[in-house]
DNA sequence: CCGGCTATGTAATATCATCACATGAGCTAC
DNA sequence: GTAGCTCATGTGATGATATTACATAGCCGG
């Protein structure tokens, strides 16, 4: 366990820094997206995150999260979780050197408790680098997802 | 370029010969998703696959399409591509000594044409399993899956 | 004030996947 | 033989995830 509400408190902190300082504008709505994946520390589905937004009266459609999600994203401040089709907040600082996504984050998926892990990812080139290379691929993105069961978990079983 | 005929072909006794080996019942629906697949080096959503099969009278509901699928990749035949929500054919010819699957594959997809490569993975522990180890964490499944352009786009290009 | 930009509101639709229940084909026990 | 079993299929409905299209509103520089 951790303090986490020190933990949501610093990372709203920073997210408003840098908005400030890179001119972007961090509305209600986005703002709150990001606020209900920092409470958890699990990925959460859109729609999950849709039916918060609608209860508190912040929007009831798609769109409004969809649109807060592409956002967050872009900026670094939230990650897609591919294998859960789900989204869970960074908790890599990223400082966004050129406004940008600056880390290549791994990540480590419960299978029963849901939650994630963000890996701080090695120097050096990976499996998938090194098989891009030798193809002349150009890789842009890439995606490493493990799912399996966490240290809590495992002692729970 | 290679012999695509002959590619085919190949991966489909292969299929045969796995199956009768080992009690499976590739059925003709199944087989015929199998070919559709490996018609194609490219990942297939599960409709699109799903129209061909409807085309030719295999079936026209979803079930029909995902019932093949899940069996294909549960013996290892296909893979499933978490990044395009697509499918496509196991290029790895897995002898699946304990009638599992056999190997951990990471993909790179050409967002242009949409093509992939199956990679055969290295041996050793990559990021995810370094990640795991220190946090406790039992993989039992991963995914790697890069996008960008392949040799042949980037040519092009 | 106007025109452009960004963000939001809203309805509809597209895309991907599963559920529930009925049917049929092959096999074994008795 | 036939009852019961397992596996695969047929079919309709539904659920879950995501995007399009177009209208509206605030803001800001010219
Ligand atoms: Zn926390
Ligand atoms: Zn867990
Ligand atoms: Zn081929
Ligand atoms: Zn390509």
Known sequence: MHDH????ARAMARADARCGAEGLQL???????LEILLE???????????DRLRAEGLG????????????????GFVHRIETLNAFVACTEPTPGDRGDIA????????RTCRHV?????????G??????????????HAVREAEGLCAACRAAA
């Open 127 to 140: 499996k998938l680098e090194t098989a891009a290379d030798s193809a002349g691929f150009a890789i842009e």
């Open 40 to 50: 958890e520390h699990r990925a959460l589905g859109a729609y999950d995150i849709l």
């Open 103 to 110: 880390h290549m984050p791994a990540f480590l998926i419960c």
């Open 60 to 75: 009831s459609q798609p769109p409004i999260v969809y649109r807060a999600l592409d956002f967050l994203m872009k900026h």
């Open 117 to 125: 892990i963000e890996t701080v990812a090695e120097r050096g080139p």
């Open 27 to 33: 509305t209600p709505a986005r703002r709150r997206v």
């Open 5 to 8: 509400a020190a933990c949501i």
